[in-house]
């Protein structure tokens, strides 16, 4: 979903850095084989995801929604040289596609994968986090952030992805649309919530930045 009109769309893509060579190909063999790659995070959000990670070199990172591993290889490109990225994903069969590119780009043994129900995973990984990326099923957002706001350091970062939800949060809300319904709670939750300051950002489906006061 973009918000900006189609020229200046394409202007903002133009003049912003080009996706390195094994996303490319990560991103075409997951539009080939893969069901629904508008999931995809892609070149642009992919680069501003790695262009915050540098600006903050996070030693722990916790991914809330593998799907094909783009955008943990776009986190991974400023993780801190002993750094560690913990991703989860419930779909088992994209983790063979995720070890491939993994293992391709060098940062498998700072990437560990995990399978399964990130709530019930969450809390057996022991480390306090600097960046934590939500980019999943989002009738649990809440619940994330319930889960990992008592394991961020001091200052860490936490993003939310497709947090306009094409729009929706500004229409008349459906009740049978629980995911919407979550949404516009977990955005009035990251305004409120004393211990993080929030700014939402209008990019692509809407990317929202959470930094731990």
């Known amino acids: 979903m973009h918000f900006l009109p189609e020229k200046i769309d394409e202007y903002v893509v133009a003049h912003s850095q080009s996706e390195p060579q094994i996303l490319q190909e990560l991103s075409r063999e997951t539009w080939q084989k893969v069901l629904n790659p508008r999931m995809l995070s892609g070149a642009f959000q992919g680069r501003i995801l790695s262009m915050i990670s540098k600006l903050i070199q996070p030693k722990n990172v916790l991914e809330i929604g593998t799907y094909t591993g783009y955008s943990a290889l776009s986190i991974a490109e400023g993780l801190h040289p ?51 990326f939500i980019d999943a099923d989002k009738s649990n957002y809440i619940n994330y952030f319930h889960l990992i706001i008592d394991k961020m350091n001091a200052g860490g970062i936490i993003l939310s992805d497709n947090v306009l939800w094409s729009g929706k949060v500004v229409e008349k809300l459906d009740p049978k649309d629980i995911d919407t319904k979550v949404l516009l709670e977990y955005n009035k939750l990251l305004n409120s919530d004393e211990r993080v300051e929030t700014v939402l950002l209008p990019i692509r489906d809407g990317l929202t930045i959470s930094r731990m006061k």
């Open 82 to 132: 002993k750094g560690k990225i913990y991703t989860i994903d419930k779909n088992e069969e994209l983790e063979t596609l995720q070890h491939k590119y993994f293992k391709k780009s060098g940062f498998q043994n700072q990437i560990q994968q995990y399978v399964g129900n990130a709530l019930e995973i969450i809390p057996t990984i022991d480390v306090k986090f600097d960046l934590v």
